[in-house]
C-alpha cells in the first residue's frame, strides 16, 4: 500500500513557476513508478510527467516538454513536479499515481492515486 499527497498547487501568473510535491507513504518508493496526471474541467485526464523506479527514466507530455521537470529523492519518499513557463492551458487538478516499476500512458494503470492539487495558472 502506499498513500499520495500532493501539494505546492495554488494560483501563478502565466510565465511563473510552481513546483508540485507528492509525499508517498507507506511501502518503500524505489519499487514504484510514480505518475503526474491532471485533468480540468470538461477535459479529459492528462498524462503530465512520468519517472519510473529504477534509473530512472522520465516521460513527459507533448504539451509540457521543455516547460516541466520530474524528480524523485527515493530517501525522503518525495516526487517532485518543477513547472516552469506556466500557461493558462496548465490550469487542473494535478493528481500523483503510483505503480510497480514502469511507466505507462493509461492512468487507470497506476494503484494508487492522492486527493490532487490545483494549479490555476491566470492574469
Known amino acids: 500500500q502506499v498513500q499520495l499527497v500532493e501539494s505546492g498547487g495554488g494560483l501563478v501568473q502565466p510565465g511563473g513557476s510552481l513546483r508540485l510535491s507528492c509525499a508517498a507513504s507507506?511501502?518503500?518508493?524505489?519499487?514504484?513508478?510514480i505518475g503526474w496526471f491532471r485533468q480540468a474541467p470538461g477535459k479529459e485526464r492528462e498524462g503530465v510527467s512520468c519517472i519510473t523506479s529504477s534509473d530512472p527514466g522520465t516521460y513527459y507530455g507533448d504539451s509540457v516538454k521543455g516547460r516541466f521537470t520530474i524528480s524523485r529523492d527515493n530517501a525522503k519518499k518525495m516526487v517532485y513536479l518543477q513547472m516552469n513557463s506556466l500557461k493558462p492551458e496548465d490550469t487542473a487538478l494535478y493528481y500523483c499515481?503510483?505503480?510497480?516499476?514502469?511507466?505507462?500512458?493509461?492512468?487507470?494503470?497506476?494503484?494508487?492515486r492522492g486527493q490532487g492539487t490545483q494549479v490555476t495558472v491566470s492574469s
Open positions: 507507506g511501502s518503500n518508493l524505489d519499487y514504484y513508478a
Open positions: 499515481t503510483a505503480r510497480p516499476g514502469y511507466c505507462v500512458d493509461d492512468s487507470n494503470h497506476y494503484f494508487f
